[in-house]
């Protein structure tokens, strides 16, 4: 029971990343337009699209803070986006596009459930298509210690 409502909870944590980030689009002041092809359902995006955000739970793991290991669980939730890009304008694009999923997610504590630890920046990777495909794509990850029950 616990693990089946500790991954409820990560589901919406889910949803409220999907609230920070929808709002990424150069008319909200961002560098891109990411935020206009958010999805919870990536599975069923057409490979040929060139433009696409969402936040997927990556994994699930013992917390690492030892007052919170018997009551909740370090969630790791992985942001993908994917926008449309030139070999010449590669490197400018995914530092656009990580920029603004970091603006996005910036001082947004109140979108999150109460009783979830407003997740933490963890890392960046670029997800390179080849060459010539015209987009490029990053993940981002952030980590939460979510409650069990």
């Not at 926008?83 to 947004?108: F, G, H, K």
Request: net charge negative; aromatic share 6%; proline share 5%.
């Amino acid at each position: 029971m616990g693990g089946a409502a500790c991954l409820a909870r990560a589901r919406g944590s889910s949803a409220a990343f999907g609230d920070c980030l929808r709002r990424i689009s150069t008319t909200n002041g961002y560098l891109t337009d990411a935020g206009t092809s958010w999805t919870t359902e990536p599975q069923q995006v057409d490979a040929a699209a060139t433009a696409v955000l969402t936040a997927v739970i990556d994994k699930q793991q013992r917390a690492t803070d030892a007052a919170l290991v018997r009551t909740h669980r370090l969630t790791t939730v992985a942001v993908i986006g994917k926008v449309p890009a030139s070999l010449e304008n590669y490197q400018q694009r995914l530092d656009d596009l990580v920029t603004d999923i970091e603006a996005a997610m910036d001082e947004q504590q109140q979108a999150f459930p109460s009783g979830l630890q407003y997740p933490v920046y963890v890392a960046m990777e670029p997800l390179s298509p080849d060459p010539g495909a015209g987009w490029m794509g990053v993940a981002v990850t952030y980590q939460s210690h979510i409650p069990k029950k």
